[in-house]
Every structure is written in C-alpha cells, then in structure tokens.
Nanobody
Framework: QVQLVESGGGLVQAGGSLTLSCEAS????????MAWFRQVPGKERDFVAVLRWSDGTTYYPDFTKGRFTISRDNAKNTVALQMNSLKLEDTAVYYC???????????????????WGQGTQVTVSS
C-alpha cells in the first residue's frame, strides 16, 4: 500500500524553526520527484520545495528560498522539510507528495502529483 505519512507539524513562534518529515512506503520512490506543498483554507495548494530523489537536486519558489530546505534520507525512505525564519504567513497545512517517474521540468502544480500524505498543520504565532 502506497503511503506518505507526514509528521512534525505544530505551533512555533515567528522567527523559529520546524522540521517536517514524510515517511514514504509501499513503492520504489527512487525515480520520483518529491515535493512539499502547503494550503490555507480557500486557497490552492502551493509547492514550497521539490526534490529529485535520484540525485537530490532541489528547487524552491522565491518565498521559501533561503529559508526552507528539502532533503531525503535513502536509508529511512524519508523526505524532510527544514523550515527556518518562519513567518506568520507560513501558517498552513503542509503536504508531502510524490510525482511518479522522472520529469524534464520540475512539476510545480498539485495536479501533477500522484500520491499525497494526509497533511500536517503548521501554525506560526506572533
């Protein structure tokens, strides 16, 4: 059974840090592109970081570049999202997602992803 299970969400003060983890199981993800998305009520799901599992290359949108870091642990089959210098506007439900197979261009939209976790809430307080 394919599963992506997120953990690590919670309440953090602005300026603080938080690390999310996504445990991936049920299939071989080594050729996939993994991503973290976030969503607030009433808005679309936006990507915050993507990673190519095979070589670890990454890509970030401008609003997370320099603050967020996505990484994978091959031994544990996990994908982490380290978030630093958190802002109030980072408050959202964060989702781990897998785009199966390779891609020449980064898949940046939610519809391009095949598997999703259940989400974990991140709340940044002032």
């Amino acid at each position: 059974q394919v599963q992506l299970v997120e953990s690590g969400g919670g309440l953090v003060q602005a300026g603080g840090s938080l690390t999310l983890s996504c445990e991936a199981s049920g299939r071989d993800y080594s050729n996939d592109i993994m991503a973290w998305f976030r969503q607030v009520p009433g808005k679309e799901r936006d990507f915050v970081a993507v990673l190519r599992w095979s070589d670890g290359t990454t890509y970030y949108p401008d609003f997370t570049k320099g603050r967020f870091t996505i990484s994978r642990d091959n031994a544990k089959n996990t994908v982490a999202l380290q978030m630093n210098s958190l802002k109030l506007e980072d408050t959202a439900v964060y989702y781990c997602a897998a785009h199966t197979g390779g891609a020449r261009a980064w898949p940046l939209f939610a519809y391009e992803y095949n598997y999703w976790g259940q989400g974990t809430q991140v709340t940044v307080s002032s």
